[in-house]
């Protein structure tokens, strides 16, 4: 190649470079979160400047999922992925360590990660039939954070700094969208408090250990759950303890989930004049919008209150 052959190759090569870096500039931020709530907080922080995705399809189990061909295309498209950590999402702790996609863990301890599976699994029946509440048998971790608005909170300004560090010509942007997200949050949280509050000494059973957070943020008297892994068997006597709890009237109600079917539930409560109602921990019916995640906190509050509220 000649001197002039070569110099149009090195333009052309830089040219294509600044190109690219002008593209990455002005792109737009692209989100994959773990889990549908998550999402719901990535789009607050997002808002019109880009797109967020969800992993894990509304309905299935965080716990027992297997990545799809389509999950991963998913992975490499993202700027950042937000999940809680291998407290929830086991599965991916081997695909964050290898992605080169960047991950912000919001949960990054690990009680069990040396537990085998066999192991894992000695462990839930061992709960549930003892009494069905360890936390989701994490060793005493919660990995449900976002059903505390103040972590949600917590977890918006986190994302909102990783977007700013990669997009700062969106900064601005990404930090009214933070405070609007706040104030937003800090309004619901308010109304949530003077709702429930009358409501505290009233008892209450869970199908499912993940609502740790949002009954103790709104001191709510949760007496157990049916299980701590909803998709294993759940012990008999535990059921039995239940059942024994509500006949002698220490629960106003009984919340399922509309993920599973509630026959366990109502088999324990036939006969009882014991409330029934649904909460759903992973919003699978919330909208993905800017209000997405504290419309879906309103909703949970509202089905707390309707069902509580009827004895």
């Not at 599973?260 to 036939?270: D, L, N, P, Y």
Request: charged share 20%.
């Amino acid at each position: 190649m000649n001197l002039k052959g070569f110099c149009s190759a090195v333009l052309l090569c830089f040219g294509s470079l600044s190109a690219a870096n002008v593209q990455a500039a002005d792109g737009q931020p692209e989100v994959l979160a773990s889990v549908k709530p998550l999402q719901l907080i990535a789009q607050a922080v997002v808002g019109d400047l880009g797109h967020t995705d969800v992993l894990i399809p509304p309905g299935a189990s965080p716990h027992h999922y297997a990545l799809k061909p389509s999950d991963r295309r998913k992975l490499k498209r993202a700027d950042i992925m937000l999940w809680i950590g291998p407290d929830l999402e086991l599965f991916l702790e081997k695909v964050v360590a290898s992605s080169q996609v960047p991950a912000l863990t919001l949960l990054p301890q690990d009680s069990h990660a040396d537990e085998t599976a066999e192991e894992h699994a000695a462990h839930a029946d061992k709960i549930d039939e003892k009494e069905g509440h360890d936390h989701h048998d994490h060793g005493g971790v919660d990995p449900h954070l976002w059903l505390n608005p103040m972590e949600a909170l917590k977890a918006a300004e986190q994302l909102s700094q990783r977007l700013a560090t990669l997009y700062p010509q969106h900064k601005v942007t990404l930090e009214q969208n933070l405070l609007d997200f706040s104030a937003r949050l800090i309004t619901v949280d308010r109304q949530l408090k003077a709702d429930l509050a009358p409501l505290q000494a009233r008892g209450f059973f869970v199908f499912h250990d993940a609502y740790g957070y949002f009954m103790e943020r709104y001191q709510l008297n949760m007496l157990g759950a049916f299980t701590v892994d909803p998709g294993r068997p759940i012990g008999t006597r535990h059921l039995a303890d239940i059942r024994k709890q509500l006949k002698a009237d220490a629960a106003v109600c009984v919340f399922g989930e509309p993920q599973f079917k509630a026959a366990v539930v109502k088999s324990v409560t036939e006969g009882l004049s014991v409330g029934y109602g649904e909460l759903d921990p992973l919003a699978l019916d919330a909208r993905v919008s800017t209000t997405g995640y504290t419309d879906y906190l309103q909703q949970l509050g509202n089905q707390v209150k309707s069902c509580l509220s009827k004895s």
